[in-house]
Every structure is written in C-alpha cells, then in structure tokens.
C-alpha cells in the first residue's frame, strides 16, 4: 500500500511556542524568538512517524505558521494562517491541526483552538509552557481538557522536548482514523446567520458551516478567491443584513462563556494568579521611567564595546594570519598569472572580509539574547510614543534593531505590524540602520584615523566613534520616517497591543547555533560574492583596452630613472591599473565622486560595492595589492595607510575617512535588500524611491562633511 | 460620576472590565483576553507615560497605548 505524505500544521497564539516545537519535532533550527510576531511566513520540514502495530513508518510534512489570536487576522503574517486553512484546495492544506497553547494563559488561547476546532480539520491539542504555568501555581488537568473538548490533549515542553513522542502517537491516531467524527460546534449561530450560512454552503459547496461564515466575514483576504465570487458574497452579505463587526464581537464573547466552564474545571490555582516573581521584579526596573531608559542604554553600549573591544583580540590575530597565509600561498604556488589570481585577486578579497568574522558572531549572538530573553518586547514599549513622534509604531522596533544585524530578515519581520501605513515607513527606513556588512568598512576606516585611547578610563574611543556611526544611522532612520510620513498618508489610525513574554532564559545552543549560523551565510554569501567580483576585478585590472598598459609602463619608468627600484616597481603596478578596464572605470566616474573626495581607486570599489557593502573593504585589498609592489604582503590596513593622494600625501586623509564613513552610513548598497523590499512592497514603486532617497542622502552628506573638513 | 475607563487607573489599581466603547478595538481586545467581568490592574507605566502594561485576570501582562486603554469602561 503506498502511503502518501501526511501533512499537519502547527496553529496557535504569538510566542505559544510554535516554532520550538517545530524544531523540536523536525530537528531543524527554525527562528525562534521570546516576543510575539517572530514567525512571519509559512515554513515546512518533515519528521518520520515511527509506525505502530504493523503499520509502516510514514513522512509528515509540518508546516509552522505565524501566531495569531484568532482566525480573524489582524496584520500581513497572520493572513497566512486562514489562506491555508480555509482552502482546502491549497497545497499545505493540513490532514490535523496541531494546536499549541500556552497553558499559562488558557483561556485566552482556548479562543483559537474553538475557532479552529469548528473549521473542521482534526485537531489536536499541544499544552505548552506548563512550567510557566506551574511557576504560576497553576496545574491542568490534561485528562478533563480533553474531555471537555473533545480533542487528543498532549503535555509538551518544546524548550525541553518533553512529551513529543506522546505528541506523535497522538498525530498518527488522528491522521489514522478512518471516519470523521460528527462535527460539534462550540459556537452556534443565531438569528438569520444560519440562512446565510446555508446560502453560501450551497454555493460554495462547502459542508462546514463555519468555514461558509469565514467565506462571508473573510472573502476580501481570501488569495484564492476570485473579484466575481467575492462581490456575489458582498451582495449576500447585504441581502441578510449581516452586521460583521457586531457579529465578531457576540461570537468572540459567545465563545469566552463557553470556554469559561471549561477552563474553570480543569485547572486548578493555589490562590491568586500572578505573574512569575522574576518577570514583576525585572519589569519593575525595566519599564521603570528613568531606569528603563538607563538601562536599555547601557546594554546598546555594552553591545558596541563588545563588538569593538572584545572582539578586536580574535580580529587581530586573523588579520594577521591571514596576511602570512597570503603570502605563504604566493611563495609556494609557481609565479606567474594564475598565482597573481589567487593571492592578488581571490584571497585579497575574501582575506579583507574574514577578518569580520568574530564582530559578526558577537552581534548576531547579542540581538539573539536580547530577543530569546523577552527583552525585545520591553523595549517596543518605552519606545512606542518616540516611534510614534515619527509616524512609526512600537513594532517597528524589531525590524530596527535587527536591521543592525541584516536588514533583509528585518524587513521581513515588519509583516508583523498592522497598520499599512507604519509598516512602509519602516520598510523604507530599515536599511538606514547600520547593518554588519557596514561593520567592516566603519571598523577599517576608524582603526585608520581614530587612536585607539580610552575615554573616562573604560570606554574605548573607536568604540565611541563606532556607536556615533549606529547612532547616526539610527537618527538618520527615524527623521526619514518623519520625512517621508509627510508624504505618505495614512489611511487608518495606527494602535499598539502587545502581550508581554515572562521573562525566559535564553537557551545557549540556540544563541550558539544564530551565531554559527550567521557566520556560516557570511562567509559563504558574501564570499560567493566576493569571489566572483574579485576574479572579475582582477582581469579587468591586469587586462587593459590595447596596448595602453605597456604604454603607462614605459612613462612611468622612464619618468623616474633615478629612483630606487622598488618605487618605480610601485609607480609601475599603479600606472598599470590606472590604465587597465577597471581604471578606465574609476576613472570615468571620477568626476562624480571627486567632490566626496574619492579617487579612481575608491570609485572601483564603490561600484563594485553596489552588489553588497562587504565587497568594498575586499575590493580595496584586492586593487591596493595589485597596484602595490606585490614581493610582501600587507594586512588591509598597512595598506591603506601606505596609499597616496595624487599630492603624494596620504590618501585616507581624516576628510576622505569620514566622508566614507557617511557615506555607506546612509547609501543603499545591496542588492537583497532591494529585492526584499520589491516583494513586501509588491512592486518596483516603492524600492526605487527608496534607493534614489537614501542616494541623494548619502551624496549630500558625505559632500557636506567633506567640504567642511577639507 | 462619569464611567471610568482604564487609561484612568492609578498604578496598581485593580477594576472589572464592564464595557467597550469602540466597536472595532474591542474586537482585538476581546481576542486578547479583555472580556467584560475579567478583572484587571495597572503594572506599569511606560518612561513617557504611554504606553501602559495592564495585567489581564491574573494571567498576563498586556502593553496598550492611552487611546486603547480609554476605550476599555471599567467599574
Ligand atoms: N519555559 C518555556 N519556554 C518555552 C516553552 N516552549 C517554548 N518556549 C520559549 O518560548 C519562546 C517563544 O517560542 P517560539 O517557538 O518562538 O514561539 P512561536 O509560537 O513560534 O511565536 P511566533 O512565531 O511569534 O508566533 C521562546 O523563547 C522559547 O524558548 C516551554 O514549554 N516552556
Ligand atoms: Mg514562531
């Protein structure tokens, strides 16, 4: 007999514990986060269910879904859940549905399970957070829940694995039963709704009168859906006079009365409820109106002195091996244009940005603490009314702090936010954060031309400059916002409602495990990248239009007779690229740039940089060890220092430095950014105003701060 | 007296959820736990005095903006 694929889905509440779960049941490493709204597309994956009295083993499909309240959604990732659901026609239809509630708040997330209950897909109930709710003197009895409900109840610890086995023998027996239990609603409809209901049954031919009713309330979320059919349901709607605000809120009440009895006899409290002691005593100091502040200052600058500081230990010593590396390849390797490719153009470049790698590790592992521990959620609530200054919302907070990391999943967590209006401002001002492919360019930038002294004895002053480039990033994000609300209308008020997490530890394998992560796609994102833009920055280095680089080679050495050998060796290698494909470039958009204080050189990189910021600093290696003597090889920042202006000066003048520095601070420079905006925004419209913004923003700034430093 | 709401609780003050003003907010509060006879408390004011943190019956904690929270008639 072959047995297909089952497929189940996971359903529950924001923050219930969805996606541990799902990690736990499928062994893959989900994001999962203490706040609600971290989940924000569907994601799948599979586990095998071992087989049971004869039966063999079979493959199920689990797909995780976003957290939502109710089958009503509210913003754009929990319109997911009820695509899926109220289709059964859509690929990820589920055979059960898996209900995750947190057992600390029962009720409340009984709401959903009715609502999902009454769709008609078996269900089964997973009670979750049971140490929560035990911390909570709160006990339930699993065994009443489910005959209360009627539904498979299943303890489980997604943290801890606890009771998954359990949870899989109860999936294979609902997905195994061969007759469908008779539908018991637990909400019944009243007045004219089971007319309408009937009505849109038989035209939909739909056996569930539920799902009919989502049909009615729904239709306009509804993908699958088509204009016809949805205006046929609006004339229905007007021919029964059905009322839907006033019916969503008589059902959801209906609902609570029947839940309430349920809830009553099975959990049992040792007198009155409270939050655990540890969440009220750290919310007394967190929100606390002048230590809440002091203290989310104080660990943003304990963030840019790990990163900074801490980190510049392991960054010294790769730097340095990899330099030896370099130049322990070029030694070994037979001379000639293959051993140029590797050493100048292919390890150059990947050298200049594994260097990063701890600072990578270090930020990403931080923001994973702050949102594993239930901080996050604190900080969208001292931050709501200064968002709200500037037309964006408490939510936004999320996408702006982790767009310090990488604004590409930032953007994506602003699905979350359910205003429209708010949630383009904050797609639009994201990428102005700094994120950490900025990390290598400011830190290359500021070892050159800030001293590396202290300040008030334990700040480091490049860490202090550091936190003025986020700092400005951050500002130059939300005056933005201001800018741009100014423009955009609003179409509907905005409003905050946020359930606050209890406080959790943060698991350490898991913070381990974003650490490696982001590393890992790093390296290999950005390498990929950098590999390919330095192989072809290395042929159009050494290769030239005609015989124009012989020609530069000649002037260059007959220009200089006396000097030693070794500068006419440089003046060679310099004139050479001057002269080749890629200095043609720079020098073609060195009008444009010179104003910044840019030469041909920095132009080459900047261009190349378009692809993604972290190209820039490998660019530079690469052109800087073409155009220098090649015998030794330099550490990126040896380089840059030993560069000269056209003048014979240096070339990374504090004015060039910071010019830079403002430069990438504000300008749009990825391309996966662009794309990621295009597909939340639906269109070319809204990325391509954005880019053009954060352009002329940058082009002015730097302009300005070079002139004036100049 | 005029009918109190919750953006007029004093911190720690507790008080029954009665009624809600705004038809399309109460949807969402309703769904968030905030049902007519639950009880709830002012926890938290936020540093610039909005948003606050109620606790709804005991069971959790709930930030809401001022504009929400005076939508919300208690007794
Ligand atoms: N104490 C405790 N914590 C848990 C349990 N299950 C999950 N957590 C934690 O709860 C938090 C939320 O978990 P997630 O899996 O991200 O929640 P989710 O339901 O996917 O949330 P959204 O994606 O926002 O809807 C994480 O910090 C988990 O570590 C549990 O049984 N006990
Ligand atoms: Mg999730």
């Not at chain 1, 007319?195 to 729904?218: G, P, T």
């Not at chain 1, 005056?479 to 409003?495: C, N, V």
Request: glycine share 6%; aromatic share 10%.
């Amino acid at each position: 007999m072959k047995q297909e694929n089952i497929k189940i889905a996971l359903v529950g509440n924001p923050n219930a514990g969805k996606s541990t779960l799902f990690n736990a049941l499928t062994g893959l490493r989900q994001k999962t986060g203490n706040f609600p709204g971290v989940t924000v597309e569907k994601k799948s994956g599979t586990f095998r269910l071992a087989g049971s009295n004869g039966s063999s083993d079979r493959d199920v499909t689990v797909v995780d879904l976003p957290g939502t309240y109710s089958v009503y959604p509210k913003s754009a990732d929990e319109g997911v859940v009820m695509d899926i659901l109220a289709n059964p026609k859509h690929p990820d239809y589920p055979a059960a549905v898996v209900v995750v509630v947190d057992a600390s708040n029962l009720q409340r997330n009984l709401l959903l399970f009715t609502e999902i209950s009454d769709l008609g897909i078996p269900t089964i109930l997973a009670l979750n957070m049971l140490d929560v709710a035990a911390s909570m003197k709160l006990t339930v009895n699993a065994v009443q829940l489910a005959m209360q409900l009627n539904v498979p109840v299943v303890k489980i610890n997604a943290r801890t694995s606890e009771g998954i086995p359990n949870l899989q023998q109860a999936i294979r027996q609902v997905v195994e039963q061969t007759e469908k239990p008779e539908q018991k609603y637990f909400y019944v409809p009243k007045g004219n709704e089971p007319a309408l209901i009937e009505e849109v049954k038989e035209l939909h031919k739909l056996d569930n009168d539920y799902v009919a009713l989502q049909y009615v309330c729904q239709h306009d979320n509804f993908s699958f859906l088509a204009q016809p059919v949805r205006a046929k349901l609006d004339s229905l709607i007007e021919k029964y006079e059905f009322d839907e605000t006033g019916f969503l809120a008589d059902e959801t009440i209906a609902r609570y009365k029947t839940i309430k009895p349920i809830v009553e006899k099975s959990v049992k409290s040792e007198g009155a409820t409270e939050q655990p002691l540890w969440t009220r005593k750290l919310d007394k100091i967190l929100l606390h109106p002048l230590w809440g502040y002091v203290t989310f200052a104080l660990i943003l600058m304990v963030i840019f002195q790990a990163i900074f500081a801490w980190a510049s230990y392991p960054m010294d010593w790769l730097d340095e091996n990899t330099a030896s590396f370099i130049s322990w390849v070029k030694e070994v390797l037979p001379k000639g244009v293959l051993n140029d490719l590797i050493t100048d153009g292919v390890l150059a470049g990947i050298g200049g940005v594994i260097i990063f790698i701890p600072q990578i590790a270090i930020l990403f592992g931080l923001v994973s603490v702050l949102e594993e521990s239930g901080y996050m959620a604190r900080v969208m609530v001292i931050m709501d009314k200064v968002m709200r200054r500037f037309g964006l919302n408490g939510r936004s907070v999320v996408p702006l702090i982790s767009g310090v990391a990488c604004a590409v999943p930032a953007i994506m967590t602003t699905r979350s936010i359910s205003s429209r209006h708010e949630r383009l401002l904050t797609i639009l001002v994201t990428p102005i954060m700094s994120c950490s492919a900025r990390l290598p360019i400011y830190s290359i930038l500021i070892a050159l031309i800030i001293p590396s002294t202290k300040v008030f004895g334990i700040f480091n002053m490049q860490g202090l400059v550091l936190f003025g480039l986020y700092f400005l990033g951050l500002a130059g994000a939300l005056a933005s916002a201001w800018i741009l609300s100014l423009f955009i209308k609003r179409t509907e008020p905005g409003y905050f409602m946020l359930e606050m997490p209890t406080y959790k530890v943060p698991r350490w394998g898991h913070v381990g495990f974003m650490m490696y992560d982001s590393v890992k796609s790093f390296v290999l994102e950005a390498g990929k990248v950098i590999l390919a833009i330095s192989i072809v920055l290395w042929v159009l280095s050494s290769y030239g239009p005609g015989d124009h680089m012989e020609v530069a080679e000649q002037q260059a050495v007959s220009a200089m007779p006396q000097a030693p050998e070794e500068e006419v060796a440089a003046a060679v290698a310099s004139a050479r690229l001057e002269s080749s494909y890629a200095g043609n470039f720079g020098r073609f958009i060195e009008p444009v740039i010179r104003p910044l204080g840019y030469d041909w050189k920095i132009g080459i990189a900047l261009l190349a940089s378009f692809a993604a910021r972290e190209v820039f600093v490998g660019t530079m290696a690469t052109i800087y060890s073409i155009s220098g003597d090649s015998e030794d090889v330099l550490t990126v920042k040896e380089r840059l220092v030993k560069e000269k202006n056209d003048h014979g000066g240096p070339m990374y003048t504090p004015a060039v430095c910071y010019s830079l520095l403002i430069f990438y601070v504000f300008a749009m420079m990825c391309m996966s950014t662009i794309a990621v905006v295009y597909r939340e925004t639906h269109g070319w419209k809204w990325p391509l105003i954005q880019l053009g913004y954060l352009m002329v923003l940058a082009y002015v700034s730097a302009f300005s701060v070079y002139q004036l430093m100049s | 007296m005029s009918v109190r709401t919750v953006s007029q609780l004093q911190k720690g003050e507790k008080a029954v959820i009665r009624s809600f003003t705004d038809r399309v907010m109460s949807l969402k509060l309703l769904e968030m736990g905030c049902v007519p006879g639950c009880e709830v408390r002012l926890d938290a004011v936020a540093p610039l005095g909005d948003p606050i943190c109620i606790n709804v019956g005991g069971c959790y904690s709930l930030s809401l903006r001022l504009n929400e929270a005076s939508t919300i008639e208690i007794e």
